[in-house]
């Protein structure tokens, strides 16, 4: 049964870069696509784009400027990184399978940006 | 874009009621390229329903989904207590993927 672990820094500071790391247990992330997701506090889900095994990427057009997704298959990891954050980007950061539905998701993580 | 809005934004009924709650979107979905997805308080969302209309594997059948087009729509038969959460749409019709605002069905 295929398992995801979101981790990473819980405050991250205006201006800075914000980076999380998704690990996959269970199934092997090669031959698979990944997804991030967020949630500010208290609002709705905001899909913020997805990587394919192979590397290449989709990113949201309006986070793209500022996301980058990777994976390492001997880690089994994936990650994300968002530049030049700001309060609006307080949110829990979701990892999820999938580019088109979302079949599993990790159980996020909250990242508060705050100087 | 695909701009996704659910309909109520809260949805006031009893247990044992049916639940009836909709998506609809500002531009047509293809190939029914529709998710629904349950939100518990505190937990990530889980996947309900692929397709418009198929349910992911150990969803009850008192979840249903049905729509095409720009019209879709969540029903759940019969509520039970753990139902009482919040439910969102998602396109994967185009990119970038969008997800609607939000249901949330509440107890009466």
């Known amino acids: 049964q295929v398992q995801l672990q979101e981790s990473g820094p819980g405050l991250v500071k205006p201006s800075e870069t914000l980076s999380l790391t998704c690990t996959v247990s269970g199934h092997s992330i090669s031959g698979y696509s990944w997804s991030w997701v967020r949630q500010p506090p208290g609002k709705g889900l905001e899909w913020i784009g997805y990587i394919y095994y192979t590397g290449s990427t989709n990113y949201n057009p309006s986070l793209k400027s500022r996301v980058t997704m990777s994976l390492d298959t001997s880690k089994n990891q994936l990650s994300l990184k968002l530049t030049s954050v700001t309060a609006a980007d307080t949110a829990v950061y979701y990892c999820a399978r999938g580019h088109w539905d979302l079949n599993t998701w990790g159980q996020g993580t909250l990242v508060t940006v705050s100087s | ?108």
């Open chain 2, 1 to 108: 874009e695909i701009v996704l809005t659910q309909s109520p934004g809260t949805l006031s009924l009893s247990p044992g009621e049916r639940a009836t709650l909709s998506c609809r979107a500002s531009q047509s979905v293809t190939d029914n390229s529709l998710a629904w997805y349950q939100q518990k308080p505190g937990q990530a969302p889980r996947l309900l329903i692929s397709a418009a209309s198929r349910r992911a594997t150990g969803i009850p059948d008192r979840f249903s989904g049905s729509g095409s087009g720009t019209d879709f729509t969540l029903t759940i038969s019969r509520l039970e207590p753990e139902d009482f959460v919040v439910y969102y749409c998602q396109q994967y019709s185009s990119s970038p993927r969008t997800f609607g605002q939000g249901t949330k069905v509440e107890i009466k």
